[in-house]
């Protein structure tokens, strides 16, 4: 696949509409919207944020992190690209820090084209390579509908989303109930929420709320 390059842009003014209250109708604001050049990155496919961190880091489709500083400047964060399947609809998906910021998600499809899930440490705005550990691996029986998106949410949990395993029309095991979708006896079609980083030692924890725990 070609590597196309895209643009990040800043947004210079704020288009408001439609502002309603109580008793008075609707009021439109007409603005302007200006887009302003901020820097160049190879076929993202996500971005985050960073605890006390003014950095925009960005994900590349082939296998890289890169941190974005206010000045628009690009420097490499992470690069994992030779233990990711890059191309169509896999390649590096997702990535999140963790909310006190030591400690980078990410989603990628590795060499046999499966989803896999890594946590490094961070540690003095720096990732420690090596301190790569596996999270969370699922089984990708087609190299379309990967999913990856990779979020922690305000329960301190991280919430991974898995397409429905590829093909087209959800066409799993049971595709005539719904496929993989639907069956609960694959991760594949939802959306998981686990404790990345229980006591135990264990990769991963779920939840004692989730409902479909046993």
């Not at 992190?65 to 690209?81: E, K, R, W």
């Not at 329960?155 to 590829?166: A, R, S």
Request: aromatic share 6%; hydrophobic share 35%.
């Amino acid at each position: 696949m070609n590597r196309r390059s895209a643009t990040i842009v800043t947004l210079a003014a704020v288009l408001a509409t439609s502002i309603v209250s109580a008793g008075a109708g609707a009021q439109s604001l007409r603005g302007s919207v200006r887009l302003v050049h901020f820097a160049d990155v190879d076929t993202p496919t996500a971005m985050a944020n960073r605890s006390d961190d003014d950095a925009l880091y960005v994900a590349e489709q082939a296998g890289r992190v890169v941190a974005v500083d206010p000045d628009g400047n690009v420097s490499t964060f992470l690069d994992i690209s030779d233990r990711v399947t890059s191309g169509g609809e896999q390649g590096l998906l997702g990535l999140a820090f963790s909310p006190d910021g030591t400690r980078l998600y990410v989603h990628f499809s590795d060499p046999s084209g499966n989803t896999r899930v890594e946590e490094y440490a961070v540690e003095d705005g720096d990732v420690a390579r090596s301190s790569r550990r596996r999270v969370l691996g699922v089984r990708q029986p087609q190299p379309n509908h990967n999913g990856g998106q990779l979020a922690f949410g305000p329960d301190g949990m991280l919430y991974l989303g898995l397409g429905d395993g590829g093909n087209g029309g959800d066409e799993g095991p049971g595709h005539a109930r719904g496929g993989n979708g639907q069956s609960l006896r694959t991760l594949l079609g939802k959306i998981v929420r686990i404790d990345p980083s229980p006591s135990d030692g264990r990769p991963y924890s779920i939840p004692s709320d989730n409902p479909f725990a046993d």
